[in-house]
C-alpha cells in the first residue's frame, strides 16, 4: 500500500463513528476540482507512510476509535488494498471504503469478502459529462456503470456522492444521475470549495439556496437526499 497521508482523528469521515482515516496516494481521474492534488499530480511532493507504521498507530487505538477510513487519491488502485482492510479489521475497526467506481473487479473482491462496513462512491456527474468532469477525454464510463451496479446488490450500506460545481454541473445533469441511480437508498450533495490545491483552476461553488434547490430536484428518486457542508 502507498500510504501517503493518515488523519489521526476523523470526526466526520465516517457516518456516525469516530474514525482514523488513511490516505492512498495515486489516481486514474484528474477530476480539475479535485480539492488534493497532492495525493494525485503532485504526489512526489507528498512522503509515503510505511504501512507498518499505519498499522502500528491503529493497534495503538483500539479501544479508542470506532472506525477506519480508506480514501485517496483512489485506494482501489493499490493491488493490495484487501489486504490491508483484511488487516485493520482484524484491529477490530469498521471499515468505510471512499471510491471513484473505476476498479469493479477490486471493489467485488472486498465486497465478497465483508471488509468494507461502509462503502461511498462518488458519481461525479450525468453520463454526458461525465469525461469532462473526470478531466480524462474519452473516459470509458462502463466500470464506473459496473461499480454502481456491484454496490446496488451489495447489501453493503453504501452512498453515492456528487461534488457540485457551478462549471461542470447544470440541473439537467442531476436529472440524468436521478434516473441512473434511481431507488438508491442515500445519495448526498457536497458543495464544491476551493482548497487552494486544486487540480485545474477557476471552480466555483453554488449558493446554499442553489443547493437546496438541486437536493429538492433529485429527492423523490432517492429513499434519502442530503447535503453536505451546507448550514
Ligand atoms: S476528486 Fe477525482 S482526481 Fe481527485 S482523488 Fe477524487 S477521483 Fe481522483
Known amino acids: 500500500m502507498h500510504i501517503h497521508g493518515l488523519q489521526k482523528l476523523a470526526m ?13 496516494g495515486g489516481c486514474d481521474l484528474r477530476c480539475p476540482f479535485c480539492h488534493n492534488a497532492l495525493l494525485v499530480t503532485r504526489l512526489a511532493e507528498t ?13 495503538s487505538r483500539k479501544g479508542l476509535l ?17 489486504e490491508f482492510l483484511q488487516a485493520v479489521r482484524e484491529l477490530g475497526f469498521a471499515v468505510k471504503l471512499d471510491t471513484n467506481g473505476c476498479h469493479p473487479a ?9 471488509l468494507a462496513d461502509y462503502v461511498a462512491m462518488d458519481v461525479k456527474n450525468s453520463r454526458a459529462r ?16 459496473e461499480s454502481v451496479r456491484l454496490l446496488r446488490e451489495s447489501g453493503v450500506d453504501c452512498e453515492f456522492r456528487t461534488t457540485l460545481v457551478r462549471e461542470l454541473h447544470r440541473p439537467e445533469d442531476l436529472d440524468d444521475i436521478a434516473v441512473w441511480l434511481e431507488g438508491a437508498p442515500k445519495y448526498f450533495l457536497q458543495n464544491f470549495v476551493d482548497s ?23 429527492r423523490p428518486h ?4 442530503a447535503l453536505r457542508g451546507v448550514e
Open 106 to 114: 477490486a471493489l467485488a473482491e472486498i465486497l465478497e469478502a465483508g
Open 130 to 145: 461525465y469525461a469532462e468532469t473526470v478531466g480524462v477525454p474519452g473516459f470509458d464510463l462502463s466500470p464506473v456503470e
Open 222 to 225: 432517492f429513499g434519502c437526499v
Open 12 to 24: 466526520v469521515d465516517y457516518p456516525g463513528k469516530l474514525a482514523a482515516t488513511v490516505f492512498t
Open 47 to 59: 512522503p509515503e507512510i510505511p504501512e507498518r507504521e499505519v498499522l502500528d498507530f491503529l493497534s
Open 66 to 82: 470506532d472506525g477506519v477510513v480508506l480514501t485517496g487519491g483512489e485506494p482501489l488502485l493499490q493491488p493490495d488494498a484487501a
Open 196 to 218: 487552494g490545491n486544486l487540480i485545474g483552476r477557476g471552480y466555483h461553488g453554488f449558493s446554499p439556496e442553489e443547493l437546496r434547490a438541486f437536493a429538492d430536484r433529485v
